[in-house]
């Protein structure tokens, strides 16, 4: 059952055109990430859905609702600000007890739910702290608090992990997914970072230019990219547009193109036992990155520079270094689709097996 | 459908009271002074605004303004540098001393001027004995009144941006190899022109319009030490409101000329800083 | 660490020069003032200050400076407000206009009013039937001394709103709260020093202001005359001591108003230090 849901939304700031016939539905539940980069409108779609601003077209839906005209804070949300936005004149206590106090509820009660909000984001003890006198991921976490405290159905974070250090940010993710998962609350995240968005989100919607170019599971975006946008920006992918020149690859259409990523190449040492080695292209080490937990290897290929993961426990390559290069497939873009091409040598073997 | 501007509540108040004070403060009267300038007959204005006695008076408010507004961009400038640049003892009393000119009643600026530059005044009679320079009741006494209203405009113009130019501009400029003054003139400079440009434009329209200070220590003398707004309140003490609206209205147009030059030079500098020119 | 050492000589040439023009421009005559006044001795001083037209004259001043400073701060929040929390057509036009008063010369904003509210004008009539008389009376010196100090406040608060943005009311906004309850415990404690400033310039100013004033007042001994325009009576009478006796009471008003200036930058500072 769809929960949040806009209808052929458009969006203008004076000239530019933000959102364009934008349709979205979310599910009860659900942690959804809208993904895209910057100018995008994706943040646009959340200040929208929080009444923060409005459409010059179109309906947005909540709970079977039309609430184009009832203000954001009646629509039953809570919003956590990209800079969260904390009071900086009040204190941990105050900040939680803000949406609480305007709504009249009892002091004794207001109390009660906002020592329970901060055993659950793991702040006892701070309740008498200024914004100024936390932590980045404590500031989040009082935001986070803050922005439940009415108990909202539903949670938009603009942005949530930008403003802290990539350690903690790393934290704060499964955190987040716990406390969302363990709450149960329909949440909506803007975020630029694909990494973000796959590891924390059940559903994402990538935004594009105002469109919104696709909506599924990080797994079916990987897999099935339905524009070639989606097929570029998710993964870290190398345009070839020369891919018939490949080993086993042919093109259709003058005018196709396509997208390689990391994980749909192999490279092999000369001399390592090799499946398909008469379809494997051979080419030269140009460059190699250490990555932490692998290694990103270089190679020219036709004139294109492809990148290929190798693990640090394979046998070391080095610069200057001749190998060779299997492609399993490559995303095909003919016009606006998009498909998967893959190394015709493994179609055939699986027909022998 | 109901349009809601933001989800800050409080437009509808804010708006309402804005406008009230507004129209009822500067709206109406502004008003008032246009549609009175619209009766007045053309060839009057002319008349009036070009009676030699008129166009002496313009001429003295428009060039002691302006040398004071020049003498005040050296000072303020030097006043700026030295606030922001060095420490000594007593740098907290002159960056406070330094708004006195917005604090002190200029008429009571202006007795005090006149007193102490009048022949026989402390300071007037030195420059007398010693160089027979008249101060008081001349140009220079009126140049000196305008100095004293215009400092805190410069310096307090400048001072902001030279804090916020990065000492790494500076040392950046030392490592290529440049002196202490080429560092200055090339790389300090251009970054406070723009602030000098509006402290000197903000100091002379203000000095243009100086009444208070300025009355007492120029003496009035017709074609010699009568500035303009001199002549306005001579005029309005005789009930020629005709008169007295023609002069003011072209004080006002060189007020929006000087306002506007600013205005430009400002955007042109904005455009080339952030790359849309 | 210093890379370059500073220039001693430059430094000292430069620091003098300072000390020398201020001292000359600013502080000499404000001595000049206090030695004039007390020059023959405390009584006479004494005398000139509780003269019967000189109190009466300050109680003027106060009543002018009062009006303006509770009219201009309720403006000045209120256009700084609109200003910095919303978007609207004609945003650019009303700076303008609320800036217009200082750039205009305070004859300029005398002689307006006068054509506003004189004689001459259609509404002459209409008030003079009610009783009520603007120029050369107290209400034409009380909108003079408004019209001069109007935009003090607002611009000392449009920075300081801008700065700070509009997320944290946006955040109180979405949690229900009304424009009252946001503005006083979200916005105001981010703008109470710079208000209280705006309040300090205003009121200084205020006191001070004479060419727009002097245009307004029936030059009324005791009726309508401030302390700046008593002064000048005076001091045309070549009653010098009285005048400059009179002009101390001032002088000392706008020290004690710098010092307050320092006061509250320094607090304010501090403050914005620790919401980093």
Redesign the interface.
Known sequence: MAYVELHDINKHFKKFHASKDINISIEKGKLVALLGPSGSGKTTILRMIAGLENPDSGEIVIDGKVVNNIPGSERGIGFVFQSYALFRYMTVYDNIAFGLRVKKTPESEIKKRVEELLELIGCTGLEKRFPSQLSGGQRQRVAFARALAPNPQILLLDEPFAAIDAKVRMELRSWLRQMITKLNITSIFVTHDQDEAIEVADEIIVTNQGRVEQTGTPQELYKNPATPFVAQFIGQSTEVSNFDEFKCFEKEDVNQTAFIRPEFVSIFKKGESVQFEKSAEEAIVEDIIFRGSNLEIKTRIHGNLISAIRSINEPAVEIGEEIFVFIYRMYVVTNDDVSLLTNSSIAEEAIVI | ???????????G???G??IT??SL??????C??VV?SAKLSFSEFVYTVTRPRVLSGYFVSISTAFIASLINVV?GL??A??LVR?D?K?K?F????????????????G???T??TTTNG??GSLFYNLFGIKIAYTRIGIT?AL??IG?PFVVRSVQPVLEKIDIQYE?AA??LGAD?KTTFFKVIFPEILPAIISGFTLAF??S?????SVV?IAGNTPYETEIA??L??SE?QEYD?SA??SI?LV??AI?VVI?SVNAIVQSIVSRRVNGLA | MELRKENKVLKGVLVTISFLFLGIFLILPLIYILVTAFRYGISEYINAVTDEYAVKAAMLTLEATLFAVVINTVFGIAAAWLITKYAFKGKKLLSTFIDLPVTVSPIIAGLIYVLTFGRQSFLYPILDSYGIQIIFAVPGIVLATIFVTFPFISRELIPVLTAQGSDEEEAAALMGAGTFHIFRKVTFPHIKWALLYGVVLCTARAMGEFGAVSVLSGHLRGKTNTLPLYIELLYQGYDFTGAFAASSILVVLAVVVLILRLVIEKKGKKELDLNK
């Not at chain 2, 459908?1 to 437009?11: A, D, E, L, T, W």
């Not at chain 2, 403060?25 to 502004?30: A, K, Q, R, W």
């Not at chain 2, 002159?94 to 600026?109: K, M, Q, S």
Request: proline share 6%; glycine share 6%.
């Open positions: 459908m109901k349009k809601r501007r933001s989800v800050i509540p409080g437009f108040i804010s708006l009271i804005t004070i507004l403060v500067v709206l109406i009267p502004l008032s002074l009175f000072m030097i006043l540098f030295v060095y000594f007593g907290r002159i960056d406070g001393i330094i708004e006195l000119p917005f604090a002190l009643p200029t008429a009571v600026a007795i005090s001027l007193h102490l402390w300071v000196i100095i004293f400092i040392e030392f490592i202490s329209a203000r243009i319009g100086e009444y208070g007492f707004p001199l306005i309140m309005l409101y007295a609206t003011a004080m006002l007020a306002l």
